[in-house]
């Protein structure tokens, strides 16, 4: 089963437009430093609500939710997501 | 059409028409500053490199201009009847002024709107109210012989962020740039404003007005100060507030009242461009938009939303006791753009040593080793690496920059 971890990784990898390969990244590292942006953050968003059939509610749509995998981790989690880890 | 926020049913609320551009406001700023106050009606494919419906969807009500001509797309938006317009940048304000009219909405008027987007009719208008401006005239390929003195600046009549814009010195020079310009682009050549005798180290002459005016009301925020431009006419960032003295701060904000009144400016948030120079504070330009950048800096400083404040004006709602300045804090961003003649990023290193740079507060890597680049496109799309972040004096922003400088490698072929 794939883990959130994972999960996360590979919209970012599809979806993120990123300079380095999302695999190689820390937990924390900041994804707007590799290259990261406003657009590409949004269609991370929409993947991840698309991969875990939730909706991020406005409150939660700000630059800090998407700075670090841990941050977008941590954010699902609030929304109900379980890591299968 | 006014609306008085407090009456506004917490389910029901009104909504704006908001041309979202691409680069601008993040979308997630754009909704954060529509939140208990309006629904944004997100208006796309106005123009070729625009957002498109798909992504917006998500997020609201969505009307797609693609494909359709000026008065099909104004007669489209009139359908929808939004109870405001807005804008949030240059390009779609002749048409968001031509939906406010048939609406009876709060707009730049269609004539304001026609001296807001070509800068020269908008000179002409300055010069017909007694306003100084320098000497232009139109030129084009083919026609170039005009009566403006060398050096002169090159620039689109239409155009944002400095985008194909040139210090010129000679009509050879201005022939041989319109040759490799779209041709279907119309072009002004205007006199250069001399520098002032600035001695300041990392500050540039130009400063900008942030201003609201609400029924012709002009009630200027804040001035803007700018980093020094990259070759050939490119914006390296802006800090704010503007270092400038009280004594020019009151002349620049003069010289924008004057322009604003000129050009039957009675709603809207502008951003006006003015040079301090050997003669002092002259005007560059008025836009009749919130500044590139200027929403986040005015919010990372303490100031208001700009954004909000842009859907507030469009909705006519009661603007209340603005938040104050924290003057004790600069807030600045840079953008680290190639040299002029580069055409690739080959390697972005030490960023995270630039973000441990203290007073930096955002780092964000906007081109990959590899992207193509391209000096004559803003540099707000066209930037390698953009910096953010607050400080507290003159000189330590002055150290931060030269930090920034020494830490980062960027090289490009």
Redesign the interface.
Known sequence: MTTLDETIRSVLKTQG???VDAETLGEND?L????L???S???VM?AL?NEFDIEFP??L???ATFQSISNVRATLEKLGVKDSA | MAVDEKEIPIDVLPRVALFQP??GP????T??AS?DLCQIVWIVGWQPGEPTAE?HR?FGEVVDLSGLSFQEAVAKMESVRPDGVAVLSDAPIAMAAAVAERLNLLFHSVETARLLSDKMAQREALGAAGLPVPRFGAVRLGNTDVDVPFPAVLKPRSGAGSRDTFKVESNDEVADLLASCDPQEKFILEEWLSDSTNQRKFAADLVSVETIVRDGDVRHLMVTGRFPFALPFRETGSFMPSDLGDDDKNAVREVATSAIHALGITDGIIHTEVKMTLDGARLVEVNGRVGGSISGLMTRIGGPSMTRLVLKVALGVDLGVLPSVNASSIGFYRLLVGPIGATKVVA?EH??EV?MIPGVE?????K??GDEINARLSAFTDNAVRVDGLVHSYEELLDVMERIDATLTLSFS
């Open positions: 437009r990123l300079a900041d707007y430093m590799s290259g942006s406003s657009h953050s949004v269609n929409l609500e406005v409150e749509l700000t630059k | 691409e680069p993040s979308l997630f700023e909704l954060a939140r992504v998500r972005i960023l995270d973000s955002e780092v964000s890597m906007n990959r080793p």
